[in-house]
């Protein structure tokens, strides 16, 4: 975090010197509580079969990040098949950036007919390596994307833009409009 302690820096052995680190203690607890976020609020994707942004509740600001940190993203929901389907691909992205940004993951699954509807619950974890920044930054992750007792292991090397905010997201986009996609919580720690 590089935070100096500057002219604040206690004498070894003094007594009392915490009163004199406010601003060294206030600026080291925004730069933590910047770097966590999490949300618990529900979106659910239904009635498209375009990609959709699932949760976009974290931004990571423009020049933060630097050589060695980890972005570990941890995310939860729920899809719910038609009884009607047959074999029914749905696709999650990991994206760096919205909808609209870089690629970080992508998982595919298909889901079958069972003669009635059900629900089954997804899950990802993901680490990002930052390995350099700037505009042509690049980052190594690593993760699993799970559902329905199925494990995908996902590795690789992608270019992200690390020098203006962007908004890390799940995306998904099912085949069918009749499939519903419910991302419960999303959960990132920059360290």
């Not at 629900?119 to 990802?124: I, M």
Request: glycine share 10%; with cysteine.
């Amino acid at each position: 975090m590089g935070v100096s302690f500057g002219s604040n820096k206690p004498a070894l052995g003094a007594v009392g010197w915490a009163s004199g680190l406010n601003s060294v203690w206030t600026t080291l607890e925004d730069e933590f509580v910047s770097r966590h976020t999490s949300t618990t609020t529900s979106v659910t994707v239904t009635g498209t079969t375009s990609e959709t942004a699932l949760i976009t509740a974290t931004t990571i600001a423009g020049n933060s990040l630097v050589v060695g940190q980890t972005v570990r993203v941890f995310a939860a929901g729920t899809i719910t098949i038609p009884a009607s389907a047959s074999a029914v691909p749905v696709t999650f992205r990991l994206q760096w950036g919205g909808l609209a940004g870089a690629m970080i993951c992508s998982a595919a699954w298909n889901y079958g007919a069972s003669g009635s509807p059900y629900t089954v619950g997804w899950c990802a974890d993901f680490k990002m390596l930052i390995w350099n920044t700037g505009v042509s930054g690049n980052v190594e992750s690593d993760g699993f994307h799970q559902t329905t007792g199925a494990l995908q292991a996902i590795t690789g090397s992608q270019s992200i833009d690390t020098t203006t905010n962007k908004v890390l997201c799940w995306t998904v986009q099912p085949s069918s409009t009749s499939v519903s996609c419910t991302q419960r919580v999303m959960g990132t720690d920059v360290t």
